[in-house]
């Protein structure tokens, strides 16, 4: 097993077209080996700091520390995206293969494959085609994909959106055994406070491009989906709730204040500064 890299942002902003500042100063750590959640009103810069996590996406200030280094040319940084993206002429078992060939180990051995298909439940469906898989069996495959390399680093960005939230738990519970399997950090962006809770060890909470709270989660582990149903997870859906209103009023009235009348001719950064 791969040891898991600490993630650490510094300081990180994007900003688009040096007009858009879709992520403004953003400061916080994921040790190595935690789950964290990256959760918000939709546009507050949730996808776009993750992509600059993966190195998709530069950042116009701060930084990005993976310890120990993670390199995403040998599949120790795997991202997983909401859509399965799997290649449609290609099987369950040659779509979990392909980071091993395209990454520097080139290799042709299926034994990891089937391995991380195994992990994902999917033995019985190594040789099916996309189109003859579910949804919920589409994306185990792009899991046991990211997983092939064994990374160090795991980011999502909502895996189980498209899914039903009976497939969701399912899934949540199964990447819940993949984590003790393997040991990667994960950060995932998601829209489901349930899924945040369930999941991770810490929440993010984001509006407006910045940090607006991290909120440690005192679940203890291992957990499982019966957690849902419990008087402290409801409690604390609660708290994960008002933090995610209080980042979406603080969208709102940053919108009001960066939308000026012609007349008033003001720039978000003069109104900020
Ligand atoms: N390539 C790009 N060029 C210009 N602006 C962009 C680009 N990518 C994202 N943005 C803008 O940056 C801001 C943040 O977008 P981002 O996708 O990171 O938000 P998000 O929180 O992930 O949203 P959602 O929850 O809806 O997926 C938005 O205003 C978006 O329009």
């Given at each position: 097993m791969s040891a898991a890299s600490q993630i650490q942002c510094r300081d990180v902003s994007v900003v688009f077209d040096d007009a858009v500042t879709a992520v403004r100063d953003v400061t916080f750590t994921a040790a190595a080996g935690e789950i964290v959640s990256l959760i918000g009103p939709s546009g507050c810069g949730k996808t776009t700091l993750l992509r600059t996590m993966a190195g998709l996406q530069s950042a116009t200030a701060g930084t990005v520390t993976l310890e120990p280094a993670a390199i995403a040319r040998r599949g120790e940084i795997a991202f997983v995206f909401q859509q399965p993206a799997l290649l449609p002429w290609r099987t369950s078992l040659q779509n979990a293969s392909l980071p091993l060939q395209l990454t520097s180990?080139?290799?042709d051995d299926p034994t990891a494959a089937l391995d991380a298909l195994r992990a994902v439940r999917l033995d019985d469906a190594v040789d099916r085609f996309p189109h003859q898989l579910s949804g919920g069996m589409q994306m185990r495959v792009s899991i046991a994909r990211?997983?092939?390399?064994?990374?160090?680093?795991?980011?999502l960005d909502e895996p189980f959106a498209a899914l039903d939230e009976m497939l969701r738990n399912e899934l949540g519970q199964l990447l819940l055994?993949?984590?003790?399997?393997?040991?990667?950090t994960a950060v995932m962006v998601t829209h489901n406070i349930a899924e945040s809770i369930l999941l991770s060890h810490r929440i993010v909470v984001m509006g407006n491009g910045v940090v607006s709270e991290i909120i440690d989660n005192p679940m203890p582990y291992p957990r499982n989906v019966d957690l849902l149903r419990t008087p402290q997870f409801a409690d604390f859906y609660g708290h994960v709730s008002d933090a995610m209103r209080r980042a979406a009023e603080c969208e709102t009235?940053?919108?009001?204040?960066?939308k000026p009348s012609n007349d008033q001719r003001v720039t978000s950064e003069e109104t900020f500064r």
């Open positions: 180990s080139r290799t990211a997983l092939v390399t064994r990374p160090r680093v795991l980011l055994d993949l984590w003790q399997q393997y040991g990667f009235n940053l919108n009001t204040l960066t």
